[in-house]
Every structure is written in structure tokens, then in C-alpha cells.
């Protein structure tokens, strides 16, 4: 077997074990959700189905399956159905260049033949501008918004999709200036790169050094992947969920997914850039191979349990209370941290400077 089918079939193997985790997080984190949710406000929330409700997902799936498909009279056809598929097209591919571990040494066991002992990295592909990359992905995805929104022929999803779409570019530049110092202070847009400028103790991690950042970060995510308090894409209690009024069925699974794959994404994302990745809060414990997996899992699956907590506490904002935010208060604050980095960087130069940034 020559080296590039090998190298093939070792990324057709992580695109299928990703692919396949992010299918089961989805369906977890809908009940997940659900239930601390009904914690937190005093219910039982799913209880009937399976022990604890553990089958819901189970049961919205099959539900979802066999919904009648409905497309509205007047609605462009082509555009209703693409709009789905362009949202979790996008979502997928955002993920795929996140890393979520260093890398793992595969045992020297017979059957695995010409992969025995082979040293695996644990991300999809390694890119020298992963950070770009992402960047760019996402800037894509609210299309499949905005095109549901348009294409469906209703008045309110059009007024949905458009809100959404003014959201999502204006939170777009916060969340891509929260960035530019930790890129500054690494020297690489490369997240492998990123998070071994951490390494060392929690203490170097970006939310501590670049915290400001962190905080715009937050934020920026929050609004970007519809969440409440900022879910005016959807807005249910006045526009009647908004750009997907109109789905049903898978199409209507196909949104929901999206959105909690989104979630998943700038979840270890953030995890990635600012808490570390897979590296241990503390030097000397182990976070190579299997740990570092842990390590990266117990902090994706913290900062998704914050997003749930945030819709569980807060009330919506105002349409005009969400722009004068964005355009106001975390542009500009991104713009100043970034210049208060630039100027620790050229007074002490890249690695002192991370120090000195977390000092101010």
C-alpha cells in the first residue's frame, strides 16, 4: 500500500469518526439541553421516553423523518430546499480544521497492518491559515439564512432572515478582531501553532492574557450562532421562529443541526484559542494522546453547558439594543485591545509581550 492511500484512508477515518461524533453530540445536546433547562425553571422536562428521556432525540428523529415535506405556493423551489444543506454544509466544514488533541501513536498490533504504530494527528487537516479558513466558512453559512428566509415566500421569514443577516455581519467583525491579537502573540494563523503558544500552566492561556479579547469572543460567538440572548434570527415570540416559519420535516432537522453544530464549532474554537486546547491547566499532568482528548472534552463540553446556561438567564435584546452593541461598544473595544497588544508586542517583542499584555 503506497503512502498517499494510506494517508487517504487515515483522513477518510477521521472525516467519518467526526462526521459521526458531531451526529451524536447534536442529538446529546438536545436533550441535554432540554433537561438543564427544566433544572434550572423548576420542571422535569423529558422524562417518558427512556430512562431520564435519554431516547427523546430518538423519538424527534423518527417524528422528524416521517413529518409530511411542505413547501409553500409561490416559494422557489430550488432555493427552499438548497437553503438546509447550504447551512449544515458549511457548519461541517468549519469543524474540519479544528484540532482536538496533538496527535495519538497507534499500537504496534498486527492487524493494522501498514498503520501499526503510525502517529495520527487528531484533526481533519492541518492548515497553515486554519484560522482563515474558518473564518471564511463561516461568513458563508448565513446564506442558507438568508436564502430560507427569501425563499419561502412568507413576509415574516423574509423579515427573519434579514435581521439575521444584519446580525451575523455585525458580530462577524467583533468576533474576527477578537482574534488578531492571539494571532499577533503566536506569530501564526495556524491553531496548532496557537495552542502551544499556551502551553505551560493555565496562566498563559489566552482568556487570562488576552481576556478583553475572550470577553468580545463571547459575545461575538453568542450572536453569531443565534443564541439566546441574541437569537433574533429566530425571535418565536414575535415572528414565529423567523427565517424557518416555513420548514418542516428534515429540512426543519437539517436548520436545527446546523445551528448546534455551529454551537459545537466556536465552542472548540474558543476552547483552541483561548483556554488552552488539549493542553493541562497544570504542568506536569498529562495531556498527550488520549488525555489531551479528554482534556480538550471536558472544556468544549463546559463552554457549550455556559451557552445553555445563557438562554436559561437572560432575556432577549431589542433589535436596536443588539446593532448599538455590536457597532459600538464591541468593535471599537476589539479595536483598542488590538492596538493595546500591537504596542506590547513592538515594546517587548513577541514572547515577553504575552506578559506584559496579561499584566495590563
Not at 37 to 57: C, D, E, H, W
Not at 101 to 130: K, M
Not at 313 to 338: C, E, N, S
Request: net charge neutral; proline share 5%; glycine share 10%.
Amino acid at each position: 500500500m503506497s503512502e498517499t492511500t494510506i494517508q487517504t484512508v487515515i483522513a477518510a477515518v477521521k472525516i467519518l469518526v467526526i462526521f459521526n461524533v458531531l451526529l451524536g453530540l447534536f442529538s446529546l445536546m438536545t436533550w441535554v439541553e432540554r433537561r438543564v433547562l427544566a433544572f434550572m425553571q423548576f420542571r422535569l422536562g423529558p422524562n417518558r421516553t427512556g430512562p431520564f428521556g435519554i431516547l427523546q432525540p430518538v423519538a424527534d428523529g423518527i417524528k422528524l423523518f416521517f413529518k409530511e415535506e411542505f413547501i409553500p405556493p409561490g416559494a422557489d423551489k430550488w432555493l427552499f430546499i438548497a437553503a438546509p444543506a447550504v447551512s449544515v454544509i458549511t457548519a461541517f466544514l468549519a469543524i474540519a480544521v479544528v484540532p482536538y488533541g496533538g496527535s495519538v501513536t497507534l499500537p504496534q498490533a498486527s492487524w493494522l497492518g501498514p498503520f501499526a504504530g503510525r502517529e495520527v494527528s487528531l484533526q481533519i487537516v492541518d492548515l497553515e491559515v486554519g484560522v482563515l479558513y474558518i473564518f471564511a466558512i463561516t461568513a458563508l453559512g448565513v446564506y442558507g439564512i438568508v436564502m430560507a428566509g427569501w425563499a419561502s415566500n412568507n413576509k415574516y421569514t423574509l423579515i427573519g432572515g434579514l435581521r439575521s443577516s444584519a446580525q451575523m455581519f455585525s458580530y462577524e467583525l467583533s468576533l474576527g478582531l477578537s482574534w488578531v491579537g492571539i494571532i499577533m502573540l503566536a506569530g501564526s494563523f495556524r491553531i496548532q501553532d496557537i495552542v502551544a503558544a499556551q502551553d505551560g500552566g493555565f496562566w498563559r492561556w489566552n482568556a487570562f492574557i488576552q481576556f478583553p479579547a475572550f470577553l468580545i469572543y463571547v459575545v461575538a460567538s453568542t450572536a453569531e450562532v443565534n443564541r439566546t440572548p441574541f437569537d433574533l434570527a429566530e425571535a418565536e415570540t414575535e415572528l414565529v421562529a423567523g427565517f424557518h416559519t416555513e420548514y418542516a420535516s428534515m429540512k426543519f432537522a437539517l436548520l436545527q443541526m446546523a445551528e448546534y453544530v455551529n454551537m459545537i464549532t466556536v465552542s472548540a474554537l474558543g476552547t483552541n484559542l483561548f483556554l488552552g486546547g488539549w493542553n493541562a491547566p497544570f504542568p506536569g499532568v498529562p495531556d498527550t494522546g488520549l488525555a489531551g482528548v479528554a482534556w480538550f472534552g471536558v472544556k468544549v463540553l463546559s463552554v457549550l453547558f455556559f451557552f445553555i446556561w445563557l438562554r436559561g438567564t437572560l432575556p432577549r435584546f431589542r433589535y436596536d439594543q443588539l446593532m448599538h452593541f455590536g457597532w459600538k461598544v464591541l468593535v471599537p473595544a476589539a479595536a483598542v485591545w488590538i492596538l493595546i497588544t500591537a504596542g506590547a508586542l513592538a515594546f517587548q517583542g513577541p514572547r515577553p509581550a504575552a506578559a506584559a499584555v496579561g499584566a495590563l
